[in-house]
């Protein structure tokens, strides 16, 4: 199985700035992208971020140029920069890979961790 163990939230003032981080650990055969993802309240998850094995990044319009992902083998980082209190959510790492060479490609998640964001 697959483990993602997610730190590094908390709570800032607006115009702050947070470090997220996710390692992942377990039995990985593979990975194509790791990124964050984050669920506001009442709302539905969305992508913030992503970067692909290739290094190619992708970022939600509402972050980009705040936000910075990076990746390190099984571990990646969410620099949060000028952080706004629309950024407050529940933020969860995703890994999409495979746990095997007999598993098919599928999205494993961190446990989440609660970034709050003051005005």
């Known amino acids: 199985q697959v483990q993602l163990v997610e730190s590094g939230g908390g709570l800032v003032q607006a115009g702050g700035s947070l470090r997220l981080s996710c390692a992942a650990s377990?039995?990985?055969?593979?990975?194509?992208?790791m990124g964050w993802y984050r669920q506001a309240s009442g709302e539905q998850r969305e992508l913030v971020a992503s970067i692909t094995t290739g290094g190619s990044t992708n970022y939600a319009d509402s972050v980009k140029g705040r936000f910075t992902i990076s990746r390190d083998n099984a571990k990646v980082t969410l620099q949060m920069n000028s952080l706004k209190p629309e950024d407050t959510a529940v933020y969860y790492c995703?890994?999409?890979?495979?746990?095997?060479?007999?598993?098919?490609?599928?999205?494993?998640w961190g446990q989440g961790t609660q970034v709050t964001v003051s005005s």
């Open positions: 377990g039995s990985i055969f593979s990975i194509n992208a």
């Open positions: 995703n890994l999409r890979g495979r746990a095997s060479s007999i598993f098919g490609v599928r999205d494993y």
